[in-house]
Nanobody, 127 residues
């Protein structure tokens, strides 16, 4: 059974930085695309960033472009989200997600594209 564990969330002042980490275990397959989504109270879960299996292809929500960077570890079962210049609007629970990849090396931006999710880590940005 695939398990995703996020860490690195916390409380930070506006303008500050946080680095989220995600470690996947129990993978019965070797290729996977990964992503980060977030959900604020009373809102739907929304796309933040995604990365392909090789790490060569990435995509970001317009609201975080230029501020957030997604990357993968050398072991390929880890993903990171470097968040700079944080704003109060970035406050949310951040979820790591993963999907098995068969042949392509692409990224995915919709909730329904993924079938494995972490429990989430809270990010709170104060003004």
């Amino acid at each position: 059974q695939v398990q995703l564990v996020e860490s690195g969330g916390g409380l930070v002042q506006a303008g500050g930085s946080l680095r989220l980490s995600c470690v996947a275990s129990g993978l019965p397959f070797t290729r996977s695309a990964m992503g980060w989504f977030r959900q604020a109270p009373g809102k739907e879960r929304e796309f933040v960033a995604a990365i392909s299996w090789s790490g060569s292809r990435t995509d970001y929500a317009d609201s975080v472009k230029g501020r957030f960077t997604i990357s993968r570890g050398n072991a390929k079962n880890t993903a990171f989200l470097q968040m700079n210049s944080l704003k109060t609007d970035d406050t949310a629970v951040y979820y790591c997600t993963l999907r098995k990849e068969y042949y392509s090396d692409t990224f995915y931006v919709k909730v329904r594209d993924y079938d494995n999710w972490g429990q989430g880590t809270q990010v709170t940005v104060s003004s």
